[in-house]
């Protein structure tokens, strides 16, 4: 138990789109979801905390107008990457919170052009 | 702000090794700490998590200490196989997020 996805897996885009990516728990409900960041060679870097209803919180540093996150049901948070730059291309991985345990999905590989 | 380190970057032993990797944090005022596994393009599988009372856990060929007061964690993997190859992550949590070190990238060679 405690699966954790992500869709897509990777994705290729032009400088100025935007990109959603998802993030689903599949056998549990998850009130709380993290959005984090990974660049080549460095560690994770939390993004931003979301809540299942609320408006999500962002870290320092983290334009809350550029990453869009939605945590519209138990199950089920987005983000949306907006107006694409290619300093935006990273490995984005979500995670979902099961009692004090995380669970990591997947991650996305985002390369802007 | 808690800051995670991970020594060494990158190690690289024969098959069949035992071997060691560090974690120091410094901040003591954890919850607890966890080590995960992340294969190359991949997201994170979860290994050990240590709560912060405890002093160490054991998974198979894992073991991992903990020691709160003076901010060190390692991993012990013994008897080591070409697939234990991979970027080894440490992670504390403090009060509500988790803080993770740049990880240990561990190649075995058959």
């Known amino acids: 138990g405690a699966v954790v996805s992500q869709h897509p897996s990777w994705v290729i885009c032009k400088s100025g789109t935007s990109v959603k990516i998802e993030c689903r728990s599949l056998?549990?409900?998850?009130?709380?979801m993290f959005w984090y960041r990974q660049f080549p060679k460095q560690s994770l870097m939390l993004m931003a905390t979301s809540n299942e209803g609320s408006k999500a919180t962002y870290e320092q540093g983290v334009e809350k107008d550029k990453f869009l996150i939605n945590h519209a049901s138990l199950t089920l948070s987005t983000l949306t990457v907006t107006s694409a730059h290619p300093e935006d291309s990273s490995f984005y991985i979500c995670?979902?919170?099961?009692?004090?345990?995380?669970?990591f999905g997947p991650g996305t590989r985002l390369t802007v052009l | 702000k808690q800051e995670v380190t991970q020594i060494p970057a990158a190690l690289s032993v024969p098959e069949g090794e035992n071997l060691v990797l560090n974690c120091s944090f410094t901040d003591s005022a954890i919850y607890n700490l966890q080590w995960f596994r992340q294969d190359p393009g991949k997201g994170l599988t979860s290994l050990l998590l240590i709560q912060s009372s405890q002093r160490e856990q054991t998974s198979g060929r894992l073991n991992a200490s903990l020691d709160k007061s003076s901010g060190r964690s390692t991993l012990y993997i013994a008897a080591s196989q070409p697939g234990d190859s991979a970027t080894y992550l440490c992670a504390v949590r403090g009060s509500e997020k988790l803080v993770f070190g740049k990880g240990t990238k561990l190649t075995v060679n058959p």
């Open positions: 995670s979902a919170a099961r009692g004090e345990t995380q669970y």
């Open positions: 056998d549990f409900q998850a009130t709380t």
